[in-house]
Every structure is written in structure tokens, then in C-alpha cells.
Nanobody
Framework: QVQLVESGGGLVQAGGSLRLSCAAS????????VGWFCQAPGKEREFVAA????????YYSDSVKGRFTISRDNARNAVYLQMNSLKPEDTAVYFC????????????????WGQGTQVTVSS
């Protein structure tokens, strides 16, 4: 069973950057797709980006394509989300999770959710 911990959130002005981290313990990411999702108050959890660990293939939502980059670090067994050109509408709690389904954007396919990290973008 893998356990995930997110970190790196904070308060940033519009146009700024943050890098989120998702660290795994218990087992490696080697067989998984790792996804990032966000959830704003009163809204459903939304897909942000995913990476197939073994292949390095990535998939992004249209709303973050060109601004966010998901990457993996084999040595640290971690996944990162580099967030650039942040907008106030990016404000949400960001979660990472894993799935055995290839690059799924569906939160229902994921498990082992972390506790989330808050990202707040001021205008």
C-alpha cells in the first residue's frame, strides 16, 4: 500500500509560480499513473495532470496545458507539479493520488489520496 504526502502549497500573486511535491512511502510508484487533482470550495475534484511513471508519458487538462508541468524523480520516489503563470482561478486544494489505469483523468479511478496542499492565488 502506498502512502502519499503533498507539500509545496502557499499564497502567491497572480502570474507567480509554485512547485508542489508528492512523496510516496510504503512502495514505489513504478507500476502506477500518478495524478494531480484540485478541489475548490463547493466544487468537484478536477483533474490537473498525470504521469505514467514507467514511461514518463504525461497528460494535462486544457486549463493548465502550457502553464503546469508534471515530472517524476526516480531517486526520491516523488512526483512534482511545477505551476507557472498562476491565476486566481487556480486557487484550490491540490491532491495527488495513484491509479493502475493509464493516464486516467477520472478521480474515481484513483486511490491512496494524500491530505492535500492549499494553493491560493491572489489577484
Amino acid at each position: 500500500q502506498v502512502q502519499l504526502v503533498e507539500s509545496g502549497g502557499g499564497l502567491v500573486q497572480a502570474g507567480g509560480s509554485l512547485r508542489l511535491s508528492c512523496a510516496a512511502s510504503g512502495r514505489t510508484f513504478s507500476t502506477y499513473t500518478v495524478g494531480w487533482f484540485c478541489q475548490a470550495p463547493g466544487k468537484e475534484r478536477e483533474f490537473v495532470a498525470a504521469v505514467k511513471w514507467s514511461l514518463g508519458r504525461t497528460y494535462y487538462s486544457d486549463s493548465v496545458k502550457g502553464r503546469f508541468t508534471i515530472s517524476r524523480d526516480n531517486a526520491r520516489n516523488a512526483v512534482y507539479l511545477q505551476m507557472n503563470s498562476l491565476k486566481p482561478e487556480d486557487t484550490a486544494v491540490y491532491f495527488c493520488a495513484v491509479t493502475s489505469k493509464y493516464l486516467s483523468p477520472m478521480h474515481q479511478d484513483y486511490s491512496a489520496w494524500g491530505q492535500g496542499t492549499q494553493v491560493t492565488v491572489s489577484s
